[in-house]
Every structure is written in C-alpha cells, then in structure tokens.
C-alpha cells in the first residue's frame, strides 16, 4: 500500500513523503486515516526530535509518522482480530499505550502509525490493550477530537473532595456545586464548558474567566447563557484583564463561599494563585495546562489546606474510558468536540502548522489527510470565498452552524477539494 505521511526525522525536522507500507502481519490492522487534529505535544516531539522521550533514537535514519488525534476507517484486518474488527468500519484510537513499561505511542514511535498518513499500519499492541476504538457517529472530526476530549473527562474525573471526619475521597466534580474554569476562553476550556453543561455530575454554577474579549465573545456565542439556564445552571463569563482584585471579584460570584472546583488552563503563575484563592471549603483546584518550565511554581495557602481542607490535583490525558466516554457522548450529540476547531487544512499544512503552533492563534488545527488545502482559520472562509466558491460554501454552511465546523462542512469539504 502506497502512502504520503508527515514524518520526523530529527529537530524542527519534519518531511511529507510518499513510500510503501509493509504488508500487514496477522495480528496488525492497516487503516486509511481522513481526520487529524493537531496537540500540542506533537509541537514538543517536532522541536525536541531524538531529545524526547518517546522519539527513538534512531529517527533520523528510521523517521516516524507524526500524529496521534486520528480517525478514519478500517481497511484490511490481520487474522488476528478478524472476530473484532471489520474492513469498513470508523475508528478512533487511545495513544497512550503504556505497553509493557514502555513509553511507545503512536504519533511518536512508530514507523508506520501516526495521524498525519493517508494510511498507517496499528500495531498489535493497539488492539491488545483496548486502544483501536469503533466509532459510529456522523462524520470524522469529532472522533479525532476524542482524544482531547478524553483529557478534559479526565480532569473532572480526578477531582475530588471529601466529607469531615471521613478519609474516603469523592471523585469528581460537586453536582450542583460551584465550578470555575480559568483562562477557559481557549479551545480545551470550551471543550470543559461543553462536557460540564452536559456531563452526569452537572455544576449548578459555571464561571468562566479569561483576558481575551474576543475568545470570549466567541464563547458567549457557542454557549448563550439562556441555554446553559434551560439546563439549571448558571453560566457566567468574565473578563479578568484589567481588573484589580480578581479572587475577590471571583468570590463575590458565589455570594462569598468560594468555589467547589476550579480548574486552571494556563501554566500562568498569577492564574494559577487565583486558583486557590478562590477555592471554598473542601474546594478543589485542579492544574491542567501542562506547563513546559521544569521549575514552575506558584503560591498556595497552605493554611487553608490544614484548615479548610483545599486539595489540589492535576492531570495529564486521558485514560481509554475516559475517551470511550467521549466518543458515546458524541455519538448521542450530548457534546460537540468540535467547540474546540478554529482551522481547517489538508496533509500539505501540516508539518508548518505543527512547528509553527505555539505562534498560530488559539483554537484546536484539523488535518485532512487525504487532501491539499492550505490551514485556513474558519472565519476566513467569507473572505476567500469570494473568490474561491468552494470555499464560499463552507462558510455558508459554517455560518449556519454557530460559525463551528460540523458533518455537513466536512462532506462537503471531502467531496469537492483536491485529493
């Protein structure tokens, strides 16, 4: 099988290519990959190359494919796991293997799977541990964006909090409770939004804060207030950037209890002590923006962890439950990963897009692999579409869609652009 792959050889080294896929062994799975969407922990492999911990040593000479926030579908079975899976079906994929103790993930140790291909080849170890993942909802995108959604289940999943007098910890978000999302205007804190106005364990109180007006002008159209009310939850957004006192703002939103949970999305020092300053009793702060300083810290009161029972706790990913949530969820159209998508591009854009992250503005980059397309932001479809009807058509039907990406676009997209 012939395929066209982004693959990194080394530092900032990253090369779209076409070469041949082995023929498939009986216990692997070869797959025809259409969406990829773009971590930033594909940034860190690209820049750190050989440097880090889960790109082999021997990339220069053996290159992997980059990407791991794939879907697609089904093409050949191995017979291995013919009883499982069958040629035709979608799929999505949990890259975090943690096989046999080792670090090996797909979109950053494989030779022959990782999201940005036309077609990979899964490992067996994907499929022995759970992580190939059947998906049976309309369109592509969304069980791309599964993998990002996971990590945010995740977070709320790993809160917690506890009863006096009881040792016993309560995983969770408080129902009914307090919920604030910090610097949460940005593509993963409106996925946070999406899955606390619409998870098992509802909040009775989300605020949002962040400095962005835009972002958050964005976010009150995505998630109208009156919607969130409909839900029995009152949905607040803030704009913190000039203002003095931002805890005691925060806190006064409560009526002065502070809040149950709150959740940090940016390794900012500031943010982070604004946090805790609002946390209330047994409240808790969860760090989920990964920072990339070794060193980096910040101040908590440590004399309400003794007194007022504050706990902090941060994560990391994703579990493969977390995702399958994700992906049912979706499936039912109880969450719409796609809150998270800002930019649109074929296989071509995705090596610049990749090294060029940290520098592009916020919000989620989806690759479609089997097309040319230069990354092109969703509210400049109205601009290029006046002269390019293609184009025009996607903002048509984007615009009809609250401005977010969605099936219909992704169709069209697949069916009218070069292969």
């Known amino acids: ?29 070869l797959v025809q990959v259409i969406s990829d969407s773009i971590c930033m922990s594909t940034y860190k492999a690209a820049i750190l190359g050989t440097e880090h911990k889960r790109v082999p040593k021997d990339a220069a ?26 040629p035709g079906q979608k799929f999505s994929m949990q890259p975090a293997l943690n096989y046999k103790g080792s670090m090996d993930s797909p979109g950053y140790s494989y030779r022959y799977c990782g999201g940005d291909a036309t077609y990979i080849i899964m490992p067996q170890e994907v499929m022995e541990l759970g992580c190939l993942l059947p998906y049976e909802g309309d369109g592509y995108y969304n069980a791309s964006l599964a993998e990002p ?31 604030a999302i910090l610097a949460g205007a940005g593509p993963m804190g409106l996925g946070a939004i999406d899955y606390a106005l619409h998870c098992d364990r509802k909040p009775g109180m989300i605020v949002v804060s962040d400095v962005d007006e835009q972002r958050l002008k964005r976010a009150e159209v995505i998630f109208p207030a009156e919607e969130a009310k409909k839900l029995g939850m009152d949905l607040i957004f803030v704009n913190t950037c000039n203002m003095e006192d931002v805890p005691g703002y925060l806190r006064d939103l409560t009526g002065g209890t502070g809040f149950d949970d709150v959740f940090v999305y940016a390794p900012v020092k500031p943010v982070v002590e604004q946090g805790d ?5 047994d409240g808790c702060l969860n760090f989920f923006a990964g920072p ?34 994700s992906l049912r969820m979706t499936e039912r159209n109880q969450i719409d990963p796609a809150v998270m998508v800002t930019h649109i591009g074929g296989l071509d854009s995705a090596a610049e897009a990749t090294l060029r992250l940290p520098e592009a503005p916020a919000g989620k980059k989806l690759i479609y692999t089997n097309i040319f397309m230069e990354l ?31 099936a219909e676009a992704e169709k069209y997209l697949l069916e009218n652009w070069d292969k």
Request: charged share 25%.
């Open 149 to 179: 959604m996971s990590c945010i289940i995740g977070a709320y999943h790993a809160s917690y909090h506890t009863s006096m007098g009881s040792y016993e910890h309560r995983m969770g978000i408080v129902e009914g409770g307090k919920l």
């Open 1 to 29: 099988m012939r395929t066209r792959a982004v693959r990194l050889y080394g530092k900032n080294d990253l090369r779209m290519e076409e070469f041949d896929l082995p023929e498939i062994k009986q216990d692997e799975i």
């Open 277 to 281: 300053r609002i946390l209330g009793r």
């Open 376 to 406: 092109t932001a969703i509210d400049e479809f109205e601009e290029k579409g006046k002269t390019n009807p293609h184009f025009a058509k996607l903002a048509e039907i984007t615009k009809k869609n609250r401005g977010l990406w969605c």
């Open 292 to 325: 990339t300083d070794v060193n980096f810290s910040a101040l908590i009161n440590f004399y309400n962890v003794h007194y007022n029972s504050s706990h902090i706790v941060g994560t990391t990913g994703g579990n493969t439950n977390d995702m399958i949530e």
């Open 61 to 86: 000479e053996n290159p992997v494919i980059i990407g791991h926030e794939m879907a697609g579908n089904i093409v050949e079975v191995g017979a291995k796991w013919r009883d499982q899976f069958k």
